[in-house]
T-cell receptor, first 111, second 116 residues
């Protein structure tokens, strides 16, 4: 089955810097790659997603890139702000079937 | 957008008792729902896939007799934790694939289960 690896597990940056989180997946048939932000005790909140027919997607300060050949995808956050501090999860699926999550990255943005 | 309602949001139960968690899709039909468990500071681990009108598919290592899943309608899936023990204390969250206009997985608000 699908396995998603996520790195790093923790990331500390200064406000205004960029943050990059990387994930690899194992199932070449996966076609949907969302990224979630999770506050403590809350449901995962979708921040951006990408489908397998697209190589890059951007939404204001957030972007995701996908390399299908290498089976990895990355989240890029530019101009980080303290409110970006949270746990971020990548995930992969063969839609509409089960969604498998990475281990998560705890991002801390210091003022 | 698509909404999934999950109840209760939190529950405390005594060891040995059973707890039922409900997950409803409010504005779309969900033939398939997914149940996850999340321990503190860990990721969401898929427990099972709930299929409307048929048996659930459990992930390896998940006890199907302990975590009973029922998906009797296109909008409701339930997870019953039977004979709960303190090690079952966790955050349980359901999800569904939106078959309508919205492309993506919609999550319930989660249930914090504490077994004492």
């Amino acid at each position: 089955g699908e396995n998603v690896e996520q790195h790093p597990s923790t990331l500390s940056v200064q406000e205004g810097d960029s943050a990059v989180i990387k994930c690899t997946y194992s199932d070449s048939a996966s076609n949907y790659f969302p990224w979630y932000k999770q506050e403590l005790g809350k449901r995962p909140q979708l921040i951006i997603d990408i489908r397998s027919n697209v190589g890059e997607k951007k939404d204001q300060r957030i972007a995701v890139t996908l390399n299908k050949t290498a089976k990895h995808f990355s989240l890029h956050i530019t101009e980080t702000q303290p409110e970006d501090s949270a746990v971020y999860f990548c995930a992969a699926s063969i839609t509409p079937y089960k969604l498998i999550f990475g281990a998560g990255t705890r991002l801390a943005v210091h003022p | 957008g698509a909404v999934v309602s999950q109840h209760p949001s939190w529950v405390i139960c005594k060891s040995g008792t059973s707890v039922k968690i409900e997950c409803r899709s409010l504005d779309f039909q969900a033939t398939t729902m997914f149940w996850y468990r999340q321990f503190p500071k860990q990721s969401l681990m898929l427990m099972a896939t709930s299929n409307e009108g048929s048996k659930a598919t459990y992930e390896q290592g998940v006890e199907k007799d302990k975590f009973l899943i029922n998906h009797a309608s296109l909008t409701l899936s339930t997870l019953t934790v039977t004979s709960a023990h303190p090690e079952d204390s966790s955050f349980y969250i359901c999800s569904a694939w939106d078959t309508g206009f919205n492309y993506g997985y919609t999550f319930g608000s989660g249930t914090r289960l504490t077994v004492v």
